[in-house]
């Protein structure tokens, strides 16, 4: 497997976008022969977007629960098990 095999997973919009760039035509190359420091970085980076995209579907869904828009729906769960 090649280090950009792992560099972009996901199903992500920003994952995929980044797999299909060519890379080979950028300043910064390949990413197979990118350094440990950028790859560590990028998936840093990777991360926080999809924490954002989490937070702001969120927001948006209480946006839409305040709205009236959409309703709760409650149901009884086991804690416990």
């Known amino acids: ?8 997973v996901g199903r992500s919009e920003l994952a995929g976008l980044m797999r299909s760039t060519d890379w080979t035509q950028t300043a910064v190359g390949a990413p197979d022969h990118w350094p ?6 990028v998936r840093l980076m990777q991360r926080n977007a999809l924490r954002l995209q989490k937070l702001v ?9 305040e709205a009236g ?10 804690i416990g098990r």
């Not at 497997?1 to 972009?8: A, K």
């Not at 440990?36 to 970085?41: D, E, L, N």
């Not at 828009?69 to 086991?78: D, G, H, K, L, M």
């Open 1 to 8: 497997m090649q280090p950009s095999d792992t560099l972009f």
């Open 36 to 41: 440990q420091s950028v790859r560590a970085i």
């Open 69 to 78: 828009r959409i309703e709760a729906s409650f149901e009884p769960v086991e």
């Open 57 to 65: 579907n969120a927001l948006l869904d209480f946006s839409r629960f």
